[in-house]
């Protein structure tokens, strides 16, 4: 009797033993960045722990619903926006849980994510004033609320205000200044404005150097992107590009963080961790920094020197979920002031 019970535990031994080899180890991201640098992320973290990354990409608002939908039956392990305001918001409704990384404290910056540890920040970007260094020479330049003044009538390109970039840079301004001077700041942009909003930041420049307008507000690693492009004709505009970092003098410019949250229901909880904490390390930083010119969370790794040709800054220190707190505020702004 007992030789068949030690012939069934063998049996049943080896047949776990075969599933658990089986069974791929996975971890399931949503996300709405959208640059090849993720890409390159995931597929290093693929061939260094053998688990696999599942990507689904959509606009934040609709992954932070499908997640809302699925509830326990969600199977992301992480979300990844690319505004802090959309982390934040995702945290309020339950969707997140806690990292508890002592890797991702002590290596991401404590402005750059989230002090319960909900969410940390991946990369940094700051949102710029460019002009086009053929035509200008931006001594004109000081604020984002000098641009409401007369003198930059007709001037200023910048894409649509259903884009989360624009609300979060007008989320800021509600937060320093409130509602009132921030609704006073739209209008007078739109009074500004060049043209109707249209395109995206990479269309904002190209505008410019074909001298539809003189200033455009984009984000940073956009002008490196066209620096360093394959097109010819990108690669002109990006070279014609100054980067103006506003509010020097003051709070220091506008920036946001793309960043990542464990899901509440994450099935692969460790895994989730793990692509996170891999995400932060000092060569994942510098493959953010290569691949998209973006500004690493972590102060051990060197600028590209993309980036670094723009000069350094002095970065706003507003705490980043403001930028959640007050992005419907801001939504309201841009409808009652026209800005498109
Ligand atoms: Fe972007």
Redesign the pocket.
Known sequence: MSRIYAIFCILLFVSAGLFAQGTQESVNVYTHR??EADAQLFEQFENETGISVNVVTAGADELIQRLSQEGELSSADILIT?DAGRLEYAKELGLLQKHNSEDIQSAVLPAYRDVEGYWTGLTIRGRVIVYDGAQDDGSQLSTYEALVDPSFADSLLVRSSANI?NQSLLASLIAHHGVGQAEAWASGMVRNMAREPQGN?RDQMKALVSGEGRYAIV?T??VGLLQTSNDPFEREVGQRIRVFFPNQDGRGTHVNVSGAGITAHAPNRENAQKLLEYLVTEQSQEVFAKANFEYPVRNDVPLHPVVASWGTFKADELNLSSLGAFNTEAVKIFDKTGWK
Request: glycine fraction near 0%; charged fraction near 10%.
């Open positions: 959208h640059y690319a970039y930041d984000n690693y956009y």
